[in-house]
């Protein structure tokens, strides 16, 4: 064999070991993307009409509530506990930075009507998004 060349060896589970470093980032990447395309349409219309938070302001709230629900609750609490637990995780961080953002940007706070909708929409998300994190094997249920 020549110097240049590099020799694949394979890893523990059989799979390429140069493959499994590459495609960690990108299966969070990927879920991280699926997660906030579903909470920015979803918090950017909703809380523009609930509250003084413009378009903008309001995707930027979504990225916040991606980033935060994303490491906690799908990646910590629902490997360990479940769908249930988190579930209301996701609705706890999403209900949370949702009434913080119109401190943050000095706008009109968010009404009991708005808090109800940002809450019911992120549980409808998060019931596919955690069959999704399963089927692509990002968490696995029972570690």
Request: glycine fraction near 10%.
């Given at each position: 064999m020549s110097r240049g060349k590099k020799q694949k060896r394979?890893?523990?589970?059989g799979r390429w070991q140069h493959s499994m470093r590459s495609a960690g980032w990108r299966v969070h990447a990927g879920a991280v993307l699926t997660k906030f395309?579903?909470?920015?349409?979803?918090?950017g219309i909703s809380l523009p009409f609930f509250s003084g938070l413009s378009s903008g302001q309001a995707v930027i709230t979504a990225?916040?509530?991606?980033?935060?629900?994303?490491?906690t609750a799908?990646?910590?609490?629902?490997?360990?506990?479940?769908h249930w637990a988190a579930l209301l995780a996701d609705a706890g961080i999403a209900l949370l930075v949702v009434l913080e953002?119109?401190?943050?940007?000095?706008?009109?706070?968010?009404?009991?009507?708005?808090?109800?909708?940002?809450c019911l929409l992120t549980a409808l998300g998060?019931?596919?998004?955690?069959?999704?994190?399963v089927r692509r094997g990002v968490v696995t249920i029972g570690r």
């Open positions: 394979a890893g523990r589970d395309l579903f909470f920015a349409p979803a918090l990225a916040l509530v991606t980033l935060a629900a994303y490491l799908d990646l910590v609490v629902f490997p360990r506990f479940g953002m119109p401190l943050v940007f000095s706008v009109a706070p968010v009404g009991p009507a708005g808090w109800l909708l940002v998060e019931m596919y998004f955690h069959g999704y994190l």
